[in-house]
């Protein structure tokens, strides 16, 4: 044989070969029919920010996904509830009644969706939970499904990494007691940590922001903790930094999720007097990703946006319409599409997310990874654990 | 003082005729009588009647006609070129004013100088024939523009049987892509390379021979151009220089020869210096280099050209990319591969007594231990003349060269199986396991040992040991752990460290035969079969190799996506510390290390398998070692 024809074999063998492993997948042909799907956020007032974010990781993935595998587009009916469960229940009805949707995806906080799950077996419509995680927000309804990490999960984690990777005894727990999630996080934070024969030096519960901390603060000052635990607002965050500023106190400061978005978006404080707190949260930015989380991160430099203007809220947006369609695609065929959704997402073992698998028990509730992140002087944040 | 003719012919153009009338009136006291060019021709024995001096106002093609009429008819010419032939006003040395001209045109005072003619057409700057990328350009060209086109022009080149006579007679049969001759190379790229040594009145011409036999000496040769060489005795690879009273030049096939950038004329070329043959009114500048010019003497460098013995061999294809060499070129080094290629006492010596430290060494795992005995192994010379055999397809030094080898590997061999089967116990080292699983990594190894080892022995200044150790590196402990393997009656650990060794022995052979070629050390028809089954046994060796590296790299990828990764399991947090993928073939097995602060149950255990074989690709066995954080 000639050397040039073996070279033209291999050469050929090259190329079969990188066709085998670029085999792209079937195109889809759009057939012009659309399927209702219904966003409940927070468009206006404090925590727009929120839904601003969560409706954009919402339209990247769709930008990705833009049919299912019949063809079919999703339309995206946006309502807008201000983070309030009144309104969060009157959108739900709207979205039931008069647009007929197949789905609802919902990015507000914990007390809205617990309010919507209280009445959601009357509409029989799968709702997706995608940033609220109180434990019973899948306790009322067989059809609320809970795309986060449970607060269970995150407190007993916060407490465990402070105990057993930081190797600290004495925490102090300032929290925000008007708010179902938080109070929920100190509590859950303060039985585990006591189970791990930790001392929680002092509890407090603040019912507004307003308060004078300084006072409060030296107080649990004089105690000696090691590290502030804070399941609690931007706000009330930004008046407990003053007083330990005044107070010339530099505890290790422990956050609560989605806290580091609403850090990223403030204004009013330098973002480095944040830098070296500790927070839980879903997303970071220099975490491995999976398949789809890489997709996702193209189809996000081919929109010209900037990853590091993305938060936790994107990142849950563009997971959930991705577990939306996932999970449409497999119901195609059924004549009830809304019974369908519900009955496919219990018991799915393994849905690829951004950032790892997911399950969902028979409750509707995720198991995914958390992460630990810290915060840089810039403001953003470094992943430090991922813990599954 | 100066002094102007007393009177002279002036010949004009249609262009020029302009200038008449300021001529007749010039305050040289030059008597002048007026005659139009073409009018000339007509009947030049009686218009050049008992005239000594003719000023000629016109173009190249004039004043060349003018220089033959000077050397029949013996009158002295003064020029005035037209404003365009700025290479004529500056290759005489002449004003660019008009009036400056005249007055230089009248003067008495003219210099003698050559005049050069080729198949009886005067030349006045240069001949060109062949392909000659860049060579006739001029100096001031940007040098981006010389890259690109020196670039394109590469894809055009190919070399053409050229036979050169000089006036002494010396025959020179060479191959080239082309040649140029020169009256005076100032200000052209030529400069650049054989400086400027002439004069338009030494009784010589200027000969350059352009010769890239491959394309990386046409990049030496533009090189040289491009950057402002200061030796200009020493000619870059491929070029040749003739300096001569007469050339003459045959070419195979036929060539067209373009003189002063009009094709005028076909090879055979006869080139002759008519010595001082006319008389012309020049530059002052030139015509004080002109005063005491001797005859200059016949120079010909012509040892960067192909001999004789090669020309049968190139072919009118497109020169290859890297060069070629003839046994004679390179004699030393041949004569030297030779006596490496034959066996010896010392080489059977060095061969036990390195194998046997290498053993030694393994079975201490001592890296020191095993260092001195490659120092002491002597593969690399075999080895290269094996790839230089390979390369020239030798057979006589492939023969010699591949028994030595063969001899080297069953006495490393049997020494090492030997003292293995006197330890008592045959313990497998850390040293030994690592040349179990034998990857393109090593192969990689060999690669650039087999490169610095061909590398070595072409030039003498290095050290060739330093390659040899670079050689016995990726050879003598795989070899003695062959060896070991043997003495062990084992099979596989035979099989895996034979593979490491043989993948390591066709890499390096491999490489040194590329090395070699690209430094130009392959005959003219290099040897493709030989080349060719290296080839083939190399790509069969890669492909077990390759899915040992693809499995090095899932092995990589596994471990290092456990880093920075803890579970939560039952309440318990696991710190994983440390995870190593221990088989990467399924069923996979992963060994762990952990850190808690609490106790671990078989329920915990069990969670945290479920959990991890969620999140990590292949279900692997686990296992895990707790270390507890107090």
Known sequence: ?388 | MTTYVNSALFVYTQKSEALVEQLHSNCFGTQLSALSFDSLLLNPEASLDGVRHVIIAGGLIEIKEIFRLALKYDFSVGLIPEKSEKKLLKYFNLPTESDKCIELACRENTQAIDLVLCNDNILLFKATLGWLPLLDTSADISKVRFLLESFKKSFRLKLLKFSFTTAKGQKITTAASGCILIQQQQESLISKIIGNDSTVNDGTISMVIFSPISLVVYSKILLRMLTAFRNKNRLPPGIGYIKSSQIDIETVPVLNVTIDDVSVTQTPLHCQVLREAIRLNIGDRLSNACQNVKTSKENVKISNLPGDKELDQISLKHIPIFAYASEERFRELFISLRDDAKMSSIYVTLMILSTLLATIGLFQGSTAVIIGAMLLAPLMAPIVSLSMGLLRGNIELLKNSASKIGVGIVLALSASAIITQLFPYKMVTDEMSARLSPSLLDLAVAIVSGAAGAYSKSYKEIMQSLAGVAIAVALVPPLAVAGIGIGRVDMNFFLQAFLLFSTNLIGITLAATFTFRVLGYSPIVYAKRGLGIVFVLFMVIAVPLYASYDQIVEKITFESAFKQKRFFVNGKYIIVQKVQLNRVNKPKIVTAEVLMRSTITRKDMQELKKKIQLHFPGKPIIRIQVIYNL
């Open chain 1, 1 to 388: 044989m000639k050397l040039s024809h073996l070279f033209f074999l291999l050469t050929l063998l090259a190329v079969f070969s990188w066709f085998m492993k670029h085999e792209s997948t079937p195109q889809i042909t759009p057939s012009g029919n659309k399927i209702k799907v219904g966003i409940i956020a927070p468009f206006s007032g404090a925590d727009k920010d929120i839904g601003d974010s969560g409706l954009q990781g919402i339209e990247i993935s769709q930008a990705l996904i833009p049919y299912l595998n019949n063809g079919d587009a999703l339309e995206l009916i946006m309502m807008d509830d201000k983070n309030s469960p009144e309104q969060s229940v009157e959108a739900l009805r709207e979205l039931s009644e008069k647009h007929k949707v197949t789905a609802i995806m919902i990015l507000s906080d914990s007390d809205s969706v617990l309010a919507v799950a209280k009445v959601a077996d009357r509409y029989k419509i799968p709702v997706f939970a995608l940033s609220a995680s109180h434990p019973d927000i899948t306790k009322y309804s067989s059809f609320i499904t809970q795309l986060n990490f449970d607060d269970t999960f995150q407190a007993s984690v916060a407490a465990l990494y402070v105990r057993d990777e930081l190797l600290l005894d004495k925490v102090a727990i300032v929290a925000q007691s008007n708010n179902a999630h938080y109070l929920y996080l100190a509590n859950e934070f303060s039985r585990q940590f006591n189970a791990a024969e930790g001392e929680i030096t002092d509890t407090v519960y603040l019912t507004t922001a307003r308060q004078d901390y300084l006072e409060i603060l030296q107080k649990i000052k004089d105690r000696d903790p090691e590290l502030l635990y804070l399941p609690l607002g931007i706000n009330y965050l930004f008046a407990i930094k003053t007083a330990l500023t005044e107070l010339k106190w530099d505890p290790v400061i422990m956050l609560s999720d989605g806290l580091m978005a609403n850090i990223k978006k403030q204004t009013k404080y330098p973002l480095n007097s944040f830098a070296g707190m500790l927070a839980v949260d879903t997303f970071s930015y220099d975490i491995h990703l999976t398949d789809l989380g890489k997709q996702l991160m193209k189809q996000i430099q081919l929109m010209g946006i900037n990853l590091r203007s993305l938060d936790t809220y994107s990142a849950l947006g563009m997971e959930g319409y991705a577990l939306l369609v996932d999970i449409m695609n497999q119901c195609l065929e059924s004549k009830n599409m809304r019974a369908c959704i519900n009955d496919s997402i219990l018991g799915i073992e393994r849905f690829e997310g951004i950032t790892g698998f997911i399950s969902f028990d028979k409750t509707g509730k995720a198991h995914r990874s958390l992460v630990i992140n810290t915060i840089n002087d810039d403001g953003t944040m470094d992943f430090i654990v991922q813990v599954y």
